[in-house]
């Protein structure tokens, strides 16, 4: 018999049973909510007369709607104020542990979930967020829903699944200097498409995947969905346990070696059948900027435009060009900008603030340009602080925040205006995405931000190094 | 408890929105995320496509007076990418389209219309294009989706249309709203649970 993936493993140990419609009852081990996409869900249970199944295994924070400025109560925004106080009367009502606005564990989910050991390798994880395969970095069944399946796992902690294909996605050899996790998964999403992982969990490995830090795996898995991959993971290593030894919600003594057993247990067999294998190799891979409106439309920062009869969909390629104004044949390298965002749950981490920092420091950002800093979580922006990262970002003209997902989705007070160019760390570039309805975002590595926000233009950050 | 409502057939007239690849975002700005309820999300389907900045009309299909009172929707590849916000379909649905017909549906997005009891149906690129010509050269065509049998038919014509078999059994056994279901089983999932040994910090 071939060897089983991690997928399978964990799919068929979370299996409560088969349902009447052939769909799997899948128990959820860890439920993340936050207050964007919930306040239905917990009305639809009061509607049904339900409580919530298994209280302790939902966490729930604020991260989408709250300013990264100005933080005190009520919020300036009638509306957020009003999100946030539903979020608070049912968590309280419900019994739900909640990370609130002034909590030290505050944060986006994505990043208070592994922050707080709260992610770990061979669990299913749910969150009404798209962005929840970041937690697949773990070996962590990690998938994003909507409302009502939200409601779903409150009132019984499963939900009705259908099981997907597994494509292995092999990184081989080493990345050159200067390129990062967000290039791989840019490449990744570039080569095979914003729908080619429709009906796929992606599995992540090779030796360029192998080598990466905790916060890099996150980065790469962050953005399986953006590939149309709904799940997206690595399998758990040393550098997996090293990372969870010691936090929070991770057990200590005789039972961590009995989790690192289990979760040794979990990885993919190294006889295990996928159902498609793809490869890259690392050094092909340069720093990567998308130039369009979704983020396979994406150079590397040496190459020109493309013309849209080189993508399978020449109209979509074209509309592209409509929104964004640039020609095909034209160089990336060199694009003005008007604003510099680094955070978001894909590049708002200590490991991403630190390798913006080393770029930004000692130097200026370009006058006119509004360059914002929004660390991932109130520890993130902690830790960084005890390095004195805040100091180089503000010293350069960097604008430094509270914790939140500001400029990503624009649902707080940051905001592009008018037709402004954003360099962004964030994921999606899709039109009016960073709040303007005629914006417009180029997606790339915190690093590459950095060195944008100095220069007023997009530019090779390997001049950095 | 809700009642349970088969969803079997579709029918009525229908409305193109062309393109591939239409994300979540598109289909609804994030600002319209911050209400506390769903019960406006009618009023945003394509908002920043179909009003300027003023709240002028711009040219699009919602807009147009020949596709008012439209229940089924017509579209191409990937449509409902990005974001999971269930405000998406919940928009389509309360602006008053009751079925989806296209070439590819977003993961999360399909998953949401279904469970909403929305069916979200694929075609092939020749058979959207023949449906999507049809409703451009007469709007008053009139549709029906038949989810049992898996076709839509107009006129003469009757297509085969494609959706995934559990999806399928859950909205015509009239179990999408899946949640009872689930419930029923509470026992099991509490026995599922105690064999996890993270739900039980690893006893030895």
């Known amino acids: ?465 | 408890m809700s009642e349970i409502v088969k969803i079997t057939n579709v029918t009525g007239t229908a409305v193109t929105i062309r393109g591939n690849d239409i994300d979540t975002d598109r289909i609804i700005p994030a600002r319209y995320l911050k209400e506390v309820t769903f019960a406006r999300m009618g009023e945003y389907p394509f908002f920043d496509e179909r009003f300027d900045g003023a709240g002028n009309l711009k040219p699009h299909p919602l807009n147009d007076p020949k596709y008012k009172g439209a229940s089924l929707l017509f579209v191409n590849k990937n449509f409902g990418c990005g974001s999971s916000r269930e405000h998406a379909p919940q928009a389509l649905y309360r602006y008053g389209l009751n079925a989806i017909v296209g070439e590819s549906f977003a993961a999360i997005f399909a998953g949401n219309c279904t469970i909403m009891g929305v069916p979200a149906v694929t075609v092939s690129a020749g058979d959207i294009e023949q449906l999507m010509q049809t409703v451009e050269k007469d709007p008053k065509t009139s549709f029906n989706l038949d989810i049992e049998a898996k076709t839509i038919s107009f006129g003469e014509q009757k297509i085969a249309i494609d959706l995934p078999e559990t999806y399928r059994s859950a909205l015509t056994s009239g179990s999408w709203d899946s949640t009872a279901l689930l419930r029923a089983n509470l026992e099991q999932v509490k026995k599922t649970a105690t064999k996890l040994p993270y739900m039980s910090n690893f006893p030895g």
């Not at chain 1, 791989?184 to 990466?212: H, Q, W």
Request: glycine share 12%; net charge neutral.
């Open chain 1, 1 to 465: 018999m071939a060897g089983r993936t991690l997928y399978d493993k964990i799919w068929e140990s979370h299996a409560v049973g088969i349902l009447p419609t052939g769909q799997t009852q899948l128990f959820i081990g860890l439920h993340l909510i936050h207050e964007i996409t919930t306040a239905p869900a917990f009305d639809m249970l009061r509607e049904k007369g339900m409580d919530v199944a298994f209280p302790e295994r939902t966490f729930a924070t604020v991260d989408h709607i709250v300013p990264t400025d100005v933080r005190t109560r009520p919020f300036m925004d009638a509306e957020a104020e009003e999100l946030t106080q539903a979020l608070e009367k049912n968590v309280k009502q419900f019994g739900v542990e909640f990370f609130g606005i002034d909590s030290a564990n505050q944060g986006i989910v994505h990043v208070i979930g592994p922050q707080l050991g709260l992610t770990q390798p061979g669990m299913t994880l749910a969150c009404g967020d798209s962005h929840t395969s970041t937690h697949g970095a773990f070996g962590t069944l990690a998938f994003g829903i909507g409302t009502s399946q939200v409601r779903d796992v409150l009132a019984t902690q499963t939900l009705a699944m259908d099981k997907l294909k597994v494509r292995r996605i092999n990184v081989d050899g080493t990345l050159g200097t200067g390129v990062y996790a967000k290039d791989v998964i840019l490449s990744i999403i570039r080569r095979l498409g914003v729908s080619g992982g429709k009906g796929f969990a992606y599995e992540y490995g090779g030796s360029v995947i192998d080598k990466m830090n905790m916060e890099e795996r996150m980065t790469v898995c962050n953005m399986s969905i953006e590939g149309g991959a709904l799940v997206g993971y690595v399998n758990p290593d040393g550098t997996t346990f090293e990372y969870l030894k010691g936090r929070p919600h991770v057990p200590t003594g005789a039972a961590f070696d009995r989790a690192i057993s289990y979760w040794k247990s979990v990885a993919s067999d190294a006889d295990a059948k996928y159902d498609d294998v793809v490869k890259l190799i690392g050094k092909d891979i340069e720093p990567t900027v998308t130039w369009g409106i979704n983020p396979g439309q994406a150079v590397g920062i040496t190459e020109m435009l493309p013309k849209p009869a080189e993508y399978s969909d020449p109209a979509g390629a074209t509309k592209a060009y409509e929104h964004m104004g640039w020609q095909p044949g034209a160089p990336i390298l060199g694009t003005p900008i008007n604003v510099a965002f680094i955070g978001s749950c894909t590049n708002g981490r200590l490991a991403d603030l630190r390798a913006a920092a080393k770029v930004a420091k000692g130097r200026k950002v370009q006058s006119g340009i509004r360059a914002l800093v929004v660390p991932g979580s109130a520890e993130v922006k902690k830790l960084a602080e005890r390095e004195g990262l805040h100091e180089v970002f503000k010293e350069a003209g960097f604008e430094w925040r509270e914790a939140g997902c500001s400029m990503c989705l624009a649902m707080n007070p940051d905001k592009l205006n008018g037709n402004e160019v954003s360099a962004s760390s964030s994921n999606r570039n899709f039109i009016g995405r960073q709040g303007s309805p005629q914006g417009r975002t180029l997606l790339m590595s915190p690093a590459m931000v950095a060195a944008a926000a100095l220069n007023g233009k997009v530019v090779d950050v390997r001049e950095y190094q």
